[in-house]
């Protein structure tokens, strides 16, 4: 077993049975209100309303430094914010800290078991069985952390995930197999150039607790602005918000420039993460991610108001370096987010225009027609529509 998982096939607590966590331990929520020093009064209004003290509970182990686990060493409280915590340690011991239910939304961007070199003293190296193994105990224990209705995305190759799913599938409601449009690797001879990435979307029970995917503009030549592919005809009735997003994803961008990149390797875009959540959740929820990496969901839940819990068992510095720099995160969230519900972006009505494409028969709101071009553009006059 070679990512530092604790003693073999020890992975913390697989089962959850022997872990002192809140429920095992059988000390009520309300005994741990009393002991966090609560008044009565708010421990009334806990008491009769649940959801208040399901995100009571969470402040809870916010508010604690170390996390204890008895199947593997005690996990350090790295930093926190008022929206969240990063814990320093292996994600079986936050989790079997969790309250059950209590989690809204989870992300999970394991290693993937290809000998990656982590500099942290990690060995992405283990067979098979064991990979599978360990990747079944962390996902049944997050399973036991996800409300009713809360979504569970797990990101990985299509070598581990065509076996997870079905394992998933059992425990949970299937909603999507995402294919992320990427290269991530060198050709490998005797097999197709490997170019894409699963996201696996699941939720606990039929019924999402919340579904509100972002709409995307319609693609369009880098050169000239004009339409890549045929939308059908009837380009006046298109939603002037953008189109459906699709379970195929071509326009996630791989983070490659080092100044964008907060450590060596497997930073996730925040484009990604802004689409996951932006799909999955709503303002104030509970966001987990077992595996930090550089900390991309955590900043992600940060900058829209998602609460989030976080554990790393490398290195954690990079994830609050990158808290120290949020300013420059948020202005690069704010411009991809230019590009989300809206037919055509900024550039692309530019390019359009420059190269005589044209706008005509589209529905572009006036904003931006008046952001792209000015108060006094004639494209706004002109009344027989856009050209
Ligand atoms: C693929 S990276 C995650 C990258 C991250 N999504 C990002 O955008 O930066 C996986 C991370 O999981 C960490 N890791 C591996 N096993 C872990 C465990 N049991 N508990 C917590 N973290 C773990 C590794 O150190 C590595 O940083």
């Known amino acids: 077993m070679s990512i530092k ?14 872990t002192p966590s809140v429920k095992n331990a059988e000390i009520s929520t309300l005994d741990l209100l009393k002991a966090a020093g609560l008044s009565t009064e ?20 916010t508010d604690r ?37 209590s989690l809204d939304c989870i992300f999970a961007d394991p290693p993937f078991n290809l000998s990656k070199e982590y500099n ?20 049944d224990l997050c399973i036991q952390k996800l409300k009713p209705g809360g979504a569970f995305f797990l990101y990985n190759i299509p070598k581990w995930n065509i076996s997870l799913a079905p394992y998933m599938d059992k425990k949970l409601s299937f909603r999507h197999w995402i294919t992320v449009d990427m290269t991530f690797s060198m050709p490998i001879p005797s097999k197709l150039y490997p170019s894409h990435y699963s996201l696996l979307y699941f939720t606990k029970g039929d019924k999402p607790n ?16 004009k339409e890549q592919n045929d939308y059908g005809g009837y380009k006046n009735k ?20 080092n100044k964008y990149k907060n450590r060596d390797a497997n930073e996730l875009s925040i484009k990604l993460l802004d689409r996951v959540l932006d799909i999955a959740t709503k303002e104030g929820d509970l966001v ?24 790393e068992l490398g290195d954690c510095s990079p994830i609050k370096e990158r808290f120290d720099r949020i300013k420059e995160e948020q202005e690069r969230l704010i ?23 044209g706008l005509k028969h589209y529905n572009i709101p006036e904003e931006q027609i008046e952001r792209v071009f000015g108060k006094d553009s004639p494209l706004i006059l002109s009344e027989s529509g856009l050209h």
């Open 335 to 357: 411009e991809m987010r230019k590009e989300i519900n809206t037919l055509f972006t900024d550039k692309a009505l530019r390019l359009r225009v420059k190269s005589g494409v």
């Open 210 to 225: 919340h579904f509100t995917p972002p709409r995307i503009p319609i693609k369009t030549c880098v050169k000239c602005g």
């Open 120 to 139: 942290n003293g990690l060995q992405d190296k283990m067979s098979d069985m064991d990979y599978l193994d360990w990747s079944r105990a962390w996902i």
């Open 65 to 101: 430094e170390v996390l204890n686990n008895e199947n593997s060493s005690p996990v350090k409280k790295y930093f926190s914010t008022d929206m969240g915590v990063l814990y320093e340690g292996n994600c079986f011991t936050v989790l079997s800290n969790m309250d059950d239910n």
């Open 238 to 257: 298109m939603n002037p918000a953008g189109i459906n997003i699709r379970d195929v994803w071509s326009d996630i961008p791989p983070v490659r420039h």
């Open 42 to 61: 708010l421990l009334q209004s806990l008491v009769e309303n649940s959801e208040i003290a399901q995100s009571a509970f969470s402040k809870i182990l």
């Open 288 to 311: 987990f991610d077992p595996f930090g990496g550089s900390g991309t969901t955590y900043i992600v839940a940060e900058m829209k108001g998602r609460r989030w819990i976080g554990s």
């Open 5 to 18: 998982l604790g003693k073999t096939k020890n992975w913390g607590s697989r089962t959850g049975k022997s």
